[in-house]
């Protein structure tokens, strides 16, 4: 999609999209459209977000750098290892239920911290207009996507018996089929209850008193301090000095340095002159995804605990010697990856304010375990804690887990801007470079870059295996080739959930706004003009 200036916005739901395009139509920000769209996709895509989760946040003023927003929530003052240990566990965390729902939800206070930057940059919106269309698609329903009817079937054998699930989310106790309407009126009261009383009373007053209370009487460790000592955070983006610009991310505890250390490794070992679909192509952003991992494994924990500034490992010297780690001809060995879901929402307003944005409960329905009467799923972030001690990511009180969210931009150095993203756990930063470079080297339009067949290496959601993914649209020889080289590949359908649900916004230098959604997902890209 091409347009003039006047806004734009990508979403994996076209409710979220509408929701953004609206705020901005009526001469809202960017910032504010976006806090209108993640309230509104945490309504109509529960699988995959919910006011129960963290988020993370780029925005870019014109002319300026971005900032980042750290919207993750801490693990529970409770929450130990001996904690888990008296309660009968010792190996690792569960994956649903009360003791999965181990950490503040922080996306709500991303919001807050948003609101306020909305306001200083000339915003005026109230917060009951940008809640305004998710209490609306809570209390009269929504349609369910088939997104999320296949998640709900797929899952209900795992989430369904967990607290509060089933009354939000199964009516009859069968999980409703693509098309049926969706009823969340418990979720529609604490929506127009954040209206009324401000987002801070999801941490501070009767709604936090509210979700503590039924969190504990489930199980959970989480109790009322550990809401009243969360904030969202200003941080300082990652950067990488890349020939086309600057490109940033989110510092730890995200992933955000993967994105950037294979978009630096592939600027050394070149992709001029390869088809963004031959197996050279393909194999060069694998292998620099699979030395981007083993940085990860090594480093990236929670901020406080980093033993390296995150920043120094893009040093052109960090990224030779990571390049140098590739093999051309062969597949490198076996990395260790994560699954997850997320959505991924970009939008930029006429003033050229660009704002990329991530929000997610980690695995699809989270924890499974809604709080009480407030309508709020939560996130079950918290079991990428290792209950081993000394391991990395080692569970104690009060520390944040690690996570894959990351939303990039770049900054280019023709005038471009490139707000761009994907959810899909570790596939994320391997998206972003699929998209970006399709786009941005490659010289595919915007809507082809993001719906050309990808790959994944790895586990995603769904799946455990740690193979080499692609969507079967990928020229047969390719798999062979890539075979031939070492990679064990795993066959995926033509446009697999597995390959993410990505979006891509280009705003130019004359103010012409380009954007595509993916046809992975069922969102899409909507103009304000």
Not at 230 to 250: D, F, I, K, S
Request: charged share 20%; hydrophobic share 40%.
């Amino acid at each position: 999609m091409t347009a003039p200036a006047g806004g734009i916005a990508v979403a994996p739901h076209y409710l979220a999209a509408e929701s953004a395009r609206d705020v901005m139509r009526e001469g809202g920000n960017a910032i504010e459209a976006m806090i209108a769209a993640a309230a509104t996709i945490a309504v109509v895509y529960p699988h995959m977000n919910a006011l129960g989760g963290d988020g993370f946040w780029l925005i870019a003023e014109p002319g300026e750098q971005p900032r980042a927003i750290d919207a993750c929530g801490g693990a529970a003052s409770l929450a130990s290892r001996h904690w888990y240990m008296d309660h009968d566990v010792e190996d690792r965390i569960p994956t649903r239920g009360p003791l999965a729902a181990l950490t503040v939800a922080g996306t709500v206070s991303g919001w807050q911290l948003a609101q306020q930057a909305a306001a200083e940059a000339g915003g005026r919106l109230p917060l009951s207009r940008l809640l305004r269309d998710a209490e609306h698609h809570a209390r009269h329903g929504v349609a369910v996507s088939p997104n999320l009817a296949r998640s709900l079937k797929a899952k209900q054998a795992e989430v369904g018996g967990q607290p509060g699930f089933a009354l939000q989310f199964l009516p009859g106790d069968e999980a409703p089929a693509a098309g049926q309407t969706l009823y969340q009126p418990r979720l529609a009261d604490t929506l127009a209850h954040l209206a009324r009383t401000g987002l801070g009373d999801f941490y501070t007053g009767d709604l936090a008193r509210q979700m503590a209370s039924a969190l504990e009487r489930t199980g959970s460790p989480l109790r009322l301090p550990d809401f009243h000592a969360h904030r969202a955070q200003w941080r300082t983006p990652l950067m990488l000095e890349h020939r086309l610009g600057h490109m940033y991310n989110v510092p730890p505890p995200t992933q955000g340095l993967l994105s950037l250390l294979i978009l630096g490794q592939l600027e050394r070992v070149g992709l001029d002159g390869l088809g963004d679909q031959s197996a050279d192509f393909i194999h060069r952003v694998v292998e620099a995804s699979r030395q981007a991992f083993l940085v990860r494994d090594r480093y990236l924990t929670d901020p406080a605990r980093m033993r390296v500034d995150p920043q120094a490992l893009l040093t052109p010297e960090c990224l030779d010697s990571l390049a140098d780690g590739i093999d051309l001809e062969r597949a490198g060995g076996r990395v260790r990856t994560a699954p997850g879901d997320t959505v991924w929402m970009g939008a930029v307003d006429r003033d050229g304010r660009a704002v990329s944005f991530i929000q997610s409960i980690y695995h699809e329905f989270g924890s499974g375990v809604v709080a009480g009467d407030t309508g709020v799923l939560w996130q079950n972030r918290g079991i990428s804690f290792s209950l081993q001690a000394g391991a990395l990511n080692t569970l104690e009180p009060c520390r944040k887990p690690f996570h894959t969210l990351n939303p990039p931009l770049a900054q280019l150095k023709d005038g471009r801007t490139v707000v761009y993203g994907s959810m899909g756990g570790d596939g994320q930063p391997q998206f972003q470079a699929q998209v970006l470079l399709r786009h941005l080297l490659c010289g595919l339009g915007v809507q082809e870059a993001v719906s050309a067949p990808r790959w994944l290496l790895g586990r995603t959601w769904g799946s455990a295996s740690e193979t080499l993914k692609l969507e079967g649209r990928l020229p047969p020889e390719v798999f062979d080739e890539l075979v031939a080289r070492g990679h064990t590949v795993e066959k995926l359908a033509d446009f697999d959930d597995s390959a993410g649900h990505a979006g891509l916004i280009v705003r130019h230098p004359d103010g012409r706004l380009e954007g595509a959604s993916d046809p992975r997902s069922d969102g899409a890209a909507l103009t304000a003009d």
